[in-house]
């Protein structure tokens, strides 16, 4: 565990904080543009780099090695599987953020792929947003939505603004895995009224540790580059692959920049004390 019991106790308020910057955005008391206008640019400053890690949720290889990283995480974790609660409790008392990894649509593969309470672009809205609800109802302690997959899904705008309005609601925020190029989930978002996010790099898309290794030396490239950069893992086939890399690599990237949580990179009106 890398925080102690005070800075999870900051760490909590900082969530309510969060939470209720949400809501107020939601019944428009503080619009989403005043926030990011007002945001201290001083956060700004320094490089940061946010370490996402993808399909916790059952059981998969590499989970406990993710999950004892000396560095903050947030993990996204795929709702209605075996361990989906196991997991997010877990990653929680070890000071890491949770998201819902929301399984969605892509243009290729099949839809037996994504797992129980897929997003399809067949779906009503209605459909939409009840599947959307119980996933989050279904993960403890979700303070965000990113999609698993979801190429086609996130292209669609009409599907993009039900899960919007959901997060809106929920005062969650949207990370944008960007599996696509055509995501509508920047229009849609700000449509909304919902804090976005996006994914820089990932990790391990090819399951190879020569691949691994190649994305890693990317990693050192970006954060130099970079003040903010979200990189997304897996827990999986590279589970093991990825979390030694990670693991390996942290040292050397510390002396390039500050592992944050992904809730770091949001906008605030003023500096959140650590």
């Excluded at 292209?155 to 899960?163: C, K, L, N, Q």
Aim: proline share 7%.
């Amino acid at each position: 565990m890398f925080s102690t019991g005070g800075k999870k106790r900051v760490r909590y308020s900082r969530i309510l904080i969060l939470s209720l910057m949400l809501s107020a955005i939601s019944a428009g008391v503080v619009p989403l543009g005043n926030i990011q206008a007002a945001a201290d640019p001083s956060r700004l400053a320094s490089h940061r780099i946010a370490i996402v890690i993808d399909d916790l949720g059952n059981g998969m290889q590499g989970t406990q090695d993710m999950l004892n990283l000396p560095i903050p995480l947030t993990v996204a974790i795929m709702p209605f599987l075996p361990t989906s609660k196991q997991d997010a409790e877990a990653a929680f008392k070890k000071g890491h953020e949770v998201l819902v990894h929301m399984p969605m649509e892509p243009f290729h593969g099949k839809k037996s792929w994504l797992g129980p309470g897929a997003i399809t672009t067949d779906l009503t809205d209605d459909e939409i947003r009840k599947r959307v609800e119980g996933a989050i109802a279904n993960v403890p302690h979700a303070i965000g939505i990113n999609n698993h997959m979801g190429s086609k899904a996130t292209s669609d705008p009409r599907v993009m603004a039900v899960i919007m309005q959901v997060c809106r609601e929920k005062g969650l925020f949207f990370l944008d895995s960007k599996t696509t190029p055509t995501s509508k989930a920047p229009e849609e978002s700000t449509r909304a009224g919902v804090p976005l996010l996006q994914n820089g790099l990932f990790l391990d898309d090819v399951y190879t540790h020569a691949h691994v290794s190649k994305q890693i030396r990317l990693l050192f490239e970006k954060s130099r580059k970079e003040a903010d950069l979200i990189v997304i893992g897996h827990v999986g086939v590279p589970g093991k692959i990825t979390s030694s890399a990670l693991r390996e690599a942290i040292p050397a990237l510390q002396k390039e920049a500050e592992f944050v949580h992904l809730s770091d990179m949001l906008p605030w009106p003023q500096p959140i004390p650590r």
